[in-house]
Nanobody, 115 residues
Framework: QVQVVESGGGLVQPGGSLRLSCAAS????????MRWYRQAPGKERELVAA???????NYADSVKGRFTISRDNAKKTVYLQMNSLKSEDTAVYYC?????????WGQGTQVTVSS
């Protein structure tokens, strides 16, 4: 049974930083792709960043230059370093892991950017 668990959300002031973590357990394989999505109230879920097992990355235009995705394959863990946070980054952030062509989702972690 694969489980995906996020951590690291919270309340931060505009301009501040947060680091999210997401660990996938229950599989002997490291996920081929790990992604961060977010969903703000009243909006659709959107892809924030993705990273393959080989380290290739891509980002949403809205976070380029501010967010950095990285991963530790041995720990089956992905990180999202978020800098220069803005109020529009407020959302529930979800982790997604692709293992053997199946997508697994975490429960989400709330990020609130407010003064």
């Amino acid at each position: 049974q694969v489980q995906v668990v996020e951590s690291g959300g919270g309340l931060v002031q505009p301009g501040g930083s947060l680091r999210l973590s997401c660990a996938a357990s229950g599989s002997t394989l490291s996920p081929y792709v790990m992604r961060w999505y977010r969903q703000a109230p009243g909006k659709e879920r959107e892809l924030v960043a993705a990273i393959t097992v080989g380290g290739s990355t891509n980002y949403a235009d809205s976070v380029k230059g501010r967010f950095t995705i990285s991963r530790d394959n041995a720990k089956k863990t992905v990180y999202l370093q978020m800098n220069s946070l803005k109020s529009e980054d407020t959302a529930v952030y979800y982790c997604n892991a692709l293992i053997r062509a199946l997508n697994y989702w975490g429960q989400g972690t709330q990020v609130t950017v407010s003064s």
